[in-house]
């Protein structure tokens, strides 16, 4: 198979398996946390080169379930109204607690739940939108963002 049939059938198989392209994920989150590509592969504990590879869509999955846990946490602490507004500190104490974070991962057990963060999160949806604007906003989402999707949903639903 040619290069980039496989670069389009991994990216498809992304898309797939997380919802979207790993590589738009990535891009939010060094854009989020303004951060290098390399430092951020070093905070969700995983090579340079890996994820570039699975950015670029020359490899299709995150093989390590914990590294994609502390993205999910990543992309969960860009909601926290400090690290939202561009607080150096806050950027740098997510960037490191993520970075710490030892999470274990099986099949029942996936630390991205409901977390300090979350409610945090979800406190702060509700201050700005009515419950059913949250779970209408969620079903709009939910095709193209479904981690965005998901946290709205709760928000809407009042709880976990």
Known sequence: MEDHKIVQRNIALQREWYGEPLGDR????VVA???SQAYLAEVLGISAPMLSQVMSGRRA???NPVVLARMIM???????????AGNKEAIRAA???VRDARPTV???NFP????????????ALREIAEDEN???AAERLDPDFPAIADVLRRAGKGGW
């Open 26 to 29: 990535v891009r939010r989150l």
């Open 33 to 35: 946390f303004d951060v």
């Open 61 to 63: 999955k995150i093989g």
């Open 74 to 84: 990543l992309e969960r602490k860009v909601l926290t109204p400090e690290v939202a």
């Open 95 to 97: 960037l490191e607690d």
């Open 106 to 108: 099986g099949r029942d």
């Open 112 to 123: 991205v739940g409901a977390g300090p963060d979350d409610q945090h999160v979800l406190s």
């Open 134 to 136: 949250l779970v209408e």
